[in-house]
């Protein structure tokens, strides 16, 4: 039967994006993010399998040169 499958995404493309990210910036919505160093990325994972995670964790990417 090959084992086929379509699978796809509902959020839009990038210009879809693009006007929602305008639109929260003319409105003010912001979202709360928890900044992680990559080093802390071993930390991050098990706080998340233990639901110790109030708001999306965001890398710090100037810590990948560290």
């Known amino acids: 039967m090959g ?3 379509v699978a796809g995404s509902v959020i839009g493309g990038i210009a879809e994006t693009q006007e929602l990210l305008d639109f929260c910036g003319k409105h003010g919505i912001t979202s709360d993010v928890e900044v992680i160093k ?3 990325i071993n930390q991050a994972y098990e706080r998340m399998l233990k639901s110790d995670v ?3 964790f965001v890398i710090d990417m100037a810590s990948l040169k560290a």
């Open 3 to 5: 084992r086929r499958a």
């Open 38 to 40: 990559i080093q802390d």
């Open 54 to 56: 109030k708001y999306r």
